[in-house]
T-cell receptor
Framework: QKEVEQNSGPLSVPEGAIASLNCTYSDRGSQSFFWYRQYSGKSPELIMFIYSNGDKEDGRFTAQLNKASQYVSLLIRDSQPSDSATYLCAVNNNAGNMLTFGGGTRLMVKP | NAGVTQTPKFQVLKTGQSMTLQCAQDMNHNSMYWYRQDPGMGLRLIYYSASEGTTDKGEVPNGYNVSRLNKREFSLRLESAAPSQTSVYFC???????????FGQGTRLTVV
């Protein structure tokens, strides 16, 4: 079992819809969680981080964390074609020194 | 602001050759990381350095060595390159554990 799992997709949504991306992790002691966006041929760039259970909103993006169920999700409201990319979930291990990534979910937003 | 700089950007090696990938950050970050990314896959951790003077293995360390030369620089060495090491390599750094990681632009390595 991989430590951080994501559905590889592609997830296809129409422009203006809500995109929902999910991630599960195996280290119950993990403390910090990150969502990165990666365009084809480019480096990952941070979208959001979340440390506490619940929701965290930043513009069109909402990160949700449920430590009891060991999942973290990212909602993108009013999806735009420019949101089409691969979204990577990253989780810090319990000790905090290793940052482990999931395989990524490819999102396609269709005009 | 340079951020995280990797050299070279592209490299082609023959099987059995050796090379060193260089990474430098100018953000005074304590932790540095080397990842590889294969087509359609996420990032897999090769080695990391939580702080200057320490290095540890990640998920896929076989065939690689690292050196944390100083606080700014963290190099990755392939002693005897194999076709299975064809990949895109990313270096990343962050100021503290649990903080956001910043990535370099990547090195595309092909081993023939």
């Amino acid at each position: 079992q991989k430590e951080v799992e994501q559905n590889s997709g592609p997830l296809s949504v129409p422009e203006g819809a809500i995109a929902s991306l999910n991630c599960t992790y195996s280290d119950r002691g993990s403390q910090s969680f990150f969502w990165y966006r990666q365009y084809s041929g480019k480096s990952p760039e941070l979208i959001m981080f979340i440390y506490s259970n619940g929701d965290k909103e930043d513009g069109r993006f909402t990160a949700q964390l449920n430590k009891a169920s060991q999942y973290v999700s990212l909602l993108i409201r009013d999806s735009q074609p420019s949101d089409s990319a691969t979204y990577l979930c990253a989780v810090n291990n319990n000790a905090g020194n290793m940052l482990t990534f999931g395989g990524g979910t490819r999102l396609m937003v269709k005009p | 602001n340079a951020g995280v700089t990797q050299t070279p950007k592209f490299q082609v090696l023959k099987t059995g050759q050796s090379m060193t990938l260089q990474c430098a950050q100018d953000m005074n970050h304590n932790s540095m990381y080397w990842y590889r990314q294969d087509p359609g896959m996420g990032l897999r951790l090769i080695y990391y350095s939580a702080s200057e003077g320490t290095t540890d293995k990640g998920e896929v360390p076989n065939g690689y060595n690292v050196s944390r030369l100083n606080k700014r620089e963290f190099s990755l060495r392939l002693e005897s390159a194999a076709p299975s090491q064809t990949s895109v390599y990313f270096c990343a750094s962050r100021v503290l554990v649990n903080a956001e990681a910043f990535f370099g632009q990547g090195t595309r390595l092909t081993v023939v």
